[in-house]
């Protein structure tokens, strides 16, 4: 990365920019349209798709500092415990599961229609435990993160990996 000069800008300027009213349009994402990708998308156990407000990546920060995403954990499969610096509201959207907190944490069963919050740093994994798949809406602060030069992931179990850079 190179070294840019810095500029200034008047106070009432930097004021008034903050000021004004941005109006962002509403957005409607149709489940039949999100199930068709879903279908077809690859099942990576941190994600599945990213909902864009623009449909290019520049969308991806739906609204300030935050991103939505769809996770999905097929039938009978988990993820690995992680934590990492941004937090998450998981929407359970089908299916069910246990959500595990900490190395030997707590556990608890998640089901359509549950709403969890993890926050930033708490240990997570998800076991799928229905015959569908385990969908979860996902509201994070992602892009906030990033923007802040704060995006730190950590896998337990791997030394290495604490405060690394996701």
């Known amino acids: 990365m190179s070294l840019r000069v810095g500029d200034y800008v008047r106070y009432a ?9 941005v109006a962002r349009p509403p957005v409607l994402w149709r489940r039949k349209d999100l199930l068709k990708v879903l279908d077809a998308a690859d099942k990576d156990e941190r994600g599945t798709v990213a909902l864009s407000s623009t449909g290019t990546i520049d969308g991806l920060t739906i609204m300030d500092g935050l991103s939505m995403t769809v996770q999905v954990v097929p039938a009978g499969s988990s993820t690995r415990l992680h934590s990492h610096s941004w937090w998450h509201l998981f929407i359970i959207q089908s299916g069910h599961g246990v959500v595990w ?5 707590d556990e608890a069963p998640v089901q359509a229609g549950d709403l969890l919050l993890v926050p930033a740093w708490s240990d997570h994994a998800f076991r799928c435990s229905s015959e569908d798949a385990l969908v979860m809406a996902v509201l994070g602060n992602l892009p906030q993160q990033a923007r802040l030069s704060n995006k730190l992931a950590r896998e337990p179990g791997d030394p290495m990996a604490v405060g690394k850079r996701a």
């Open 101 to 105: 907190f900490g190395d030997g944490g």
């Open 13 to 21: 300027d930097y004021r008034a920019h903050f000021d004004a009213d």
